[in-house]
């Protein structure tokens, strides 16, 4: 075994040129300066500019919503819908369409995608696709401006009514936190935001996201009363085994990546 003292002369002569060069800084190993290798992206799909229906209510802001000033269809779908396709290279055509009977109408393919702010139930599951999630919601209670009154003494007033939407899984949890009988449904969320605003009913069960953009749609009349729920992942629906599913799925982790579904999710507050 080689004896390390033997090493010591050698190892002060050159130290002492070091510091003669070097300041009296340890030297650090030589590293190459190439540029950081980037980080590899698999090919989007390529859907050679296929048109593809993609049905909305156009009642449910900031989701989907006709902008009264051009009449023309605006917000988070339309917004994503198109940067999706931008990446997938598709066409997407909107198509309004009213909620009752949405799911039997994707279940036999009368659309090929449906962009609408959907829970991912399992459910729904069974009759239907979904994408994966873009994001996380929750439920509350949207009540008038000057309401005074808690959640917790709303639910303990047999008067007050509490609206929701039909076929939604909003009913459902306006059903688990209210008496069934004092929940009455309606064929949008429009229709139960105006039944609140003119105190036909006394509260609306809804997302916070679209509580948050009626709010805004109606400034000064409308606030949030309190959370019902917290945990609601929404997603884009398809027909069975559609092959458009995958392309989407694609390109929403894409947008993910890269940050552009967050900006796109902040511009419509879905996230703040």
């Known amino acids: 075994m080689m004896n390390k003292s033997h090493f010591i002369p050698l190892i002060v002569v050159l130290s002492l040129l070091l510091s003669a060069c070097g300041g009296g800084t340890t030297p650090t190993p030589a590293v190459e300066t190439q540029p950081p290798a980037q980080p590899e992206t698999s090919k989007l799909p390529d859907l050679g500019g296929r048109k593809i229906t993609v049905a909305v209510e156009n ?36 198509k309004q369409a009213a909620w009752d009977g949405i799911f039997p109408a994707m279940q036999a393919g009368e659309y090929d995608m449906l962009a609408d702010g959907v829970t991912i139930t399992a459910e729904r599951d069974e009759i239907v696709d979904f994408s994966i999630p873009y994001v996380t919601v929750g439920q509350v209670l949207l009540v008038r401006s000057d309401e005074t009154a808690s959640v917790d003494e709303i639910k303990a007033d047999s008067n007050r ?12 949890v306006a059903k688990e936190h209210f008496p069934a009988e004092r929940v009455k449904s309606f064929e949008d969320f429009g229709a139960a935001v105006l039944a609140l605003l003119s105190k036909d009913i006394d509260g609306v069960v809804i997302d916070n996201v679209s509580a948050l ?17 917290s945990d609601e992942q929404l997603g884009f629906v398809f027909p069975p085994g559609s092959d458009l599913r995958e392309a989407v799925n694609a390109a929403l982790q894409s947008m993910i990546e890269d940050g552009t579904l967050e900006v796109i999710n902040k511009k419509w507050g879905l996230t703040q």
């Open 59 to 94: 009642a449910y802001p900031p989701f989907n919503m006709i902008d009264q000033a051009t009449g023309e269809g605006v917000g988070w779908d339309y917004d994503a819908v198109r940067e999706i396709c931008k990446r997938i290279n598709c066409v997407p055509e909107f």
């Open 161 to 172: 009514i509490i609206g929701t939407q039909l076929g939604t899984t909003n009913e459902i």
């Open 213 to 229: 953009g009626f709010i805004k749609e109606n400034e000064g009349k409308l606030k949030i009363a309190g959370q019902l729920t």
